[in-house]
């Protein structure tokens, strides 16, 4: 099903055999050290292709430096290629690509331009490829076990999908036990609350619907998606930068 939302690939599988997707150890710092900096990503998912540089640039302008496109949004290859060339992003942004599902999709992703890979659930083979590339990865865990299965595969931050029962005290309680975890929810993270994870063990969150709002993106209401933008952001900027543990 996901095949059919995905753009062709960026290059052709002869000059796919050539490339290297080995990145530098500065380059995986450095990406890491913007999510410690700038700690909330926008996710962005839409129905149609046509909404989604729409939505993902009135993010930007409300002050994310992390953004996320995802393998279900139509074109999304193609659109976060677009904004990789904006000179205007260039060392403001970090882009990445979300819905990462095999070692294929890690390959077109980076081919398309991705600073880091996130996948909805624990998928080994990801994890593995992008340490052995030094590209940053975000595998989505569900539970402290499959956290810190995700952290010794390679897994420099956790994602923590879907939200769970306590919320950032469950965050402050896991990163409490398990300090050398990066966790970083994608679910039950509002508009309001992003600080509380922030300031109880999270190294980031990543915001979808309650930033995107279904209704706004339906209705084209771009100011109103840099609004809610403005508001993370005034929160997460109030917490300050992650300090390591």
């Keep these: 099903m996901l095949s059919s939302l995905r753009s062709p690939l960026l290059r052709s599988p002869a000059t796919r055999c050539m490339s290297s997707y080995v990145k530098s150890e500065e380059s995986f710092n450095e990406v890491l050290d913007w999510f410690k900096q700038h700690r909330a990503t926008a996710v962005l998912r839409t129905p149609t292709s046509s909404a989604c540089p729409k939505a993902m640039s009135a993010a930007i302008e409300g002050g994310?430096?992390?953004?996320e496109f995802t393998l279900t949004t139509p074109d999304a290859l193609l659109h976060m290629s677009d904004f990789k060339k904006e000179k205007k992003y260039d060392g403001q942004v970090k882009f990445?690509?979300?819905?990462?599902?095999?070692?294929?999709?890690?390959?077109?992703?980076?081919?398309?331009?991705?600073e880091f890979i996130i996948s909805p659930i624990m998928i080994p083979e990801v994890i593995t490829w992008c340490a052995s590339n030094k590209i940053p990865c975000l595998p989505g865990c569900h539970t402290p076990t499959e956290a810190y299965n995700a952290y010794l595969l390679g897994a420099p931050v956790q994602k923590i999908f879907p939200g769970v029962a306590g919320n950032h005290m469950w965050m402050k309680a896991v990163s409490a036990a398990l300090p050398m975890l990066r966790l970083n929810p994608t679910s039950g993270v509002g508009l309001e609350?992003?600080?509380?994870?922030?300031?109880?063990?999270?190294?980031?969150?990543?915001?979808?619907?309650?930033?995107?709002?279904?209704?706004m993106v339906q209705e084209e209401n771009w100011e109103g998606i840099k609004a809610n933008a403005e508001v993370v952001m005034k929160g997460v900027k109030a917490c300050g930068p992650y300090i390591e543990k």
């Design 64 to 67: 994310f430096k992390i953004c």
């Design 96 to 114: 990445g690509m979300g819905t990462v599902m095999n070692t294929r999709d890690c390959e077109m992703a980076v081919d398309a331009g991705a």
């Design 193 to 215: 609350n992003a600080g509380d994870f922030l300031d109880n063990g999270c190294v980031g969150v990543g915001l979808v619907a309650p930033l995107f709002d279904p209704v």
